[in-house]
């Protein structure tokens, strides 16, 4: 039954003065605003300078994306013992936008470096987290067909400490 519905998420949308667009996530109440930064309000014909800026939809999905990622790497590495919380993992999200010939904007890729300070003799384990752990993460396996999504580790070794799990 891999095709059955376990759930549904649920947001309303409002299309304020645009391009400002504002959403609330149902389960919290939380408000997002959604607009265009500047250089995609050129591309959809604002004058500089004449809109308020605020990220666009293409910000939220890259990182999105890369909350979801990094939190499915770090769920990979502590199921080896590797510690990946606070500043041991971090990561930066750099998404490429292209205008297809059509002239609409389209995220053609997600490459998501993730920073992970972790003791040498844990790399190999690391590196092999990183080979595996994008297919089970939901967002990247949701976007995956349309968007190309590149995971890359950025090790950097730290001295073990006594008594810390291997």
């Known amino acids: 039954m891999a095709d059955e519905i376990v759930h549904h998420v649920h947001a309303s949308l409002t299309r304020e003065n645009p391009p400002i667009?504002?959403?609330?996530?149902?389960?919290?109440?939380t408000p997002v605003t959604f607009g265009t930064p500047g250089w995609q309000g050129e591309h959809y014909g604002f004058a500089p300078g004449t809109v308020p800026e605020h990220p666009g939809t293409l910000d939220y999905l890259v990182a999105s994306v890369a909350g979801c990622l990094i939190g499915t790497f770090g769920g990979t590495l502590k199921a080896r013992g590797i510690v990946a919380s606070g500043d041991a993992l971090t990561c930066d999200a750099d998404g490429e936008v292209v205008v297809d010939p059509d002239g609409v904007l389209r995220l053609r890729k997600i490459v998501i470096t993730y920073h992970l300070r972790a003791p040498e003799e844990q790399r190999a384990a690391a590196e092999r987290c990183n080979a595996i752990h994008a297919h089970h993460c939901p967002n990247a396996r949701s976007v995956a067909a349309a968007i190309e999504i590149v995971t890359e580790l950025d090790f950097q070794p730290t001295e073990a400490t006594a008594g810390a799990p291997a």
Not at 21 to 29: E, I, N, P, Q, S
């Open 21 to 29: 667009r504002k959403a609330v996530l149902h389960m919290t109440g």
